[in-house]
């Protein structure tokens, strides 16, 4: 009950932050582009000033690249990949300087014209507040994920009028579990928010599409099965632009702090090719949805779009995904839309629509119902679910993991599940290696090792490693320690450099226990020398299975464990079990032979 009260607050007060944040979009909007001051939600299009409209994104991100340097880096990216990072890696703790600086920064992008929606810095400035009334509590980091997903969900809900959907994607992509516990604070944030919204942006759905009768008929299934296949494709090809653009920023040699400049040129050039694929693109959507675009201005749009999108995202600035995949979809099931059965104007687009948040963020029911609650079109269900689980099946199959698993993943943390993340996938060797090794000299004789036999290595462990000085040649068993004593008056040159077996069967302190333990599991082998990664001479501990179950009890102490900002001791009731009586043994006939 408490979780679920604070839930109710944080859904109140995200639906507020979702719309400050619309607010300031629009105020920088109008200032960089018409000079005037104004909240007003309007469109760079209008704007007369011309080749000027190239330097204002450079401004923008110039702006964003000392945010990002001087106040936190974390505020660079899209929100819901450090959003997940947060909730796997750090307790779901969220600094409170990010909830003041995602937003900022993400108005100044996308007000300076960014390609990209709110929805992303919503999500992680909501879950940032939902994080911080978490800290302020005794509970444990299994309620601070709760609470920081309620905050991230309701700041949905507030901008696109989606609670269901907004709930699917908390399911989906960032609880990583269905439970009561986790699924009825969420919901009633999320409608809290919904309640709050009214009061503040109005009712009703976020763009409006004419009403179809819903038939159904094998020609139009096939179609929507078409078009999930070419969604799918888009999608994969989106995800890819993205991180090659990322990649190749990586090679610029300049600070990070300056690629989104260069990034924002791009932007600018591309604005003046189409002013409409500038900032949100709200209207655009709607125009697509409506089918008033021509096939030419459709195709120009989605090609600057994309390019301009993949092009600002991977240079690290701040915006969401959601609003670039809205239009560039719909604008592909619009291209799409003649050569497939004719079902009115502005389905093909809503179905694409759905299909592409199924396939590029690998989850197909927060894009069905997403779709639906934009539209308002629920004759569009069944069409919806072919079309989104087509192009979800086609990025499985074409793609590891999903644009905001793939960021993760390049911070180390490989989230290989959607539904359930492994604790082994998230904690390192490092994390778990026994650091305090006794390690044998290579130049110990069989007298010498016959002493230490009886002194330090009494705990009878079953390998050692053999070092030289520092660096690391290889292992002895016990058994081999005991029977190289046996040697002391047949061989006295002997050392143990002789006997030691040279191991290429290592672990390195930066790998995950996952990685180990399938190694283990391959080579048959319980106990890994550790070993730095850069220079396998040295040797920086000892990990045995036994070490690996850490990832397990680090889980359950998550589940469990309560905690403020310093660490409090959680009482644990003892369970008393009833005593087991042995039952008597059955005496049973012979069986005649």
């Not at 990586?250 to 932007?267: E, Q, T, Y």
Request: aromatic share 6%; net charge positive; glycine share 10%.
């Amino acid at each position: 009950m408490p979780i679920t009260a604070a839930a109710v607050v944080i859904g109140a007060a995200a639906a507020v932050v979702a719309y400050a944040l619309l607010k300031l979009i629009g105020l920088f909007t109008n200032l960089f582009y018409y000079q005037r001051f104004s909240t007003a939600f309007v469109s760079p299009a209008g704007s007369a000033l011309g080749l000027g409209m190239v330097l204002v994104p450079v401004a923008g991100a110039l702006v964003i690249g000392v945010m990002a340097r001087y106040g936190s880096e974390r505020i660079r990216g899209h929100g819901i990949p450090e959003a997940l990072e947060a909730i796997l890696t750090r307790g779901s703790r969220v600094e409170p300087r990010v909830a003041l600086l995602k937003p900022l920064s993400a108005a100044v992008s996308i007000g300076s014209g960014g390609p990209f929606g709110a929805e992303g810095p919503i999500i992680m400035t909501g879950g940032a507040f939902g994080s911080m009334l978490a800290q302020l509590f005794h509970l444990t980091a299994a309620e601070r994920k709760t609470l920081l997903v309620a905050g991230a969900a309701a700041g949905m809900a507030a901008t696109f009028s989606a609670p269901i959907a907004s709930v699917l994607l908390a399911v989906e992509l960032l609880l990583f579990e269905l439970k009561p516990r986790s699924f009825i604070p969420v919901s009633l944030a999320c409608a809290t928010a919904m309640l709050v919204r009214t009061y503040l942006l109005g009712k009703g759905p976020l763009f409006t599409v004419p009403h179809h009768a819903g038939t159904v008929g094998p020609a139009f299934l096939a179609g929507c099965v078409v078009l999930g296949l070419l969604v799918g494709a888009l999608a994969w090809a989106m995800t890819l632009s993205v991180y090659a653009s990322e990649d190749l920023f990586k090679r610029v040699p300049l600070h990070w702090m300056w690629w989104p400049a260069i990034g924002g040129l791009v932007v600018g050039l591309g604005g003046l090719i189409e002013p409409h694929a500038l900032g949100v693109g709200y209207d655009s959507i709607q125009a697509l949805l409506s089918g008033s675009l021509s096939r030419g201005d459709v195709l120009r749009l989605v090609l600057v779009k994309w390019g301009i999108w993949a092009a600002y995202l991977g240079s690290g600035t701040s915006g969401g995904v959601l609003a670039p995949l809205l239009m560039i979809g719909s604008a592909l099931g619009g291209l799409l839309g003649p050569y497939l059965p004719a079902e009115g104007a502005g389905l093909w687009p809503l179905l694409a629509m759905g299909g592409i948040l199924g396939g590029t963020m690998r989850s197909p029911l927060t894009g069905i119902v997403f779709a639906v609650e934009l539209t308002g079109e629920s004759s569009a269900f069944l069409p919806l679910l072919v079309t989104a689980t087509v192009a979800h099946g086609f990025t499985v199959l074409a793609m590891r993991r999903s644009i905001l698993t793939e960021k993760v993943a390049r911070r180390g943390f490989h989230v290989t599940r959607e539904y359930a993340i492994d604790p082994m996938d998230v904690l390192f060797v490092r994390d778990v290696m026994q650091t305090a090794v006794v390690a044998l000299p290579a130049g110990a004789s069989p007298a010498e090792v016959a002493t230490l036999l009886g002194t330090k290595l009494g705990e009878r462990a079953p390998l050692y490693p053999v070092v030289d000085g520092s660096r690391f040649i290889g292992v002895v068993t016990r058994r081999m320690l005991e029977s190289f004593t046996e040697q002391s008056t047949s061989n006295a040159g002997a050392t143990l450099r002789d006997i030691a077996t040279v191991t290429t069967v290592t672990a390195a302190a930066d790998e995950t226990v996952r990685d180990v333990v399938q190694r283990m599991a391959d080579t048959g082998r319980t106990r890994l020398p550790v070993v730095d990664r850069d220079d396998p001479t040295q040797l920086v501990g000892m990990i045995t299975l036994s070490h690996t179950l850490k990832a397990k009890q680090r889980h359950i102490e998550e589940e469990s464990r309560r905690e403020r900002l310093l660490t409090v001791r959680s009482l644990v009731p003892a369970v008393f079990r009833p005593r087991r009586v042995p039952s008597a043994p059955v005496s049973r006939p012979a069986h005649p032979g």
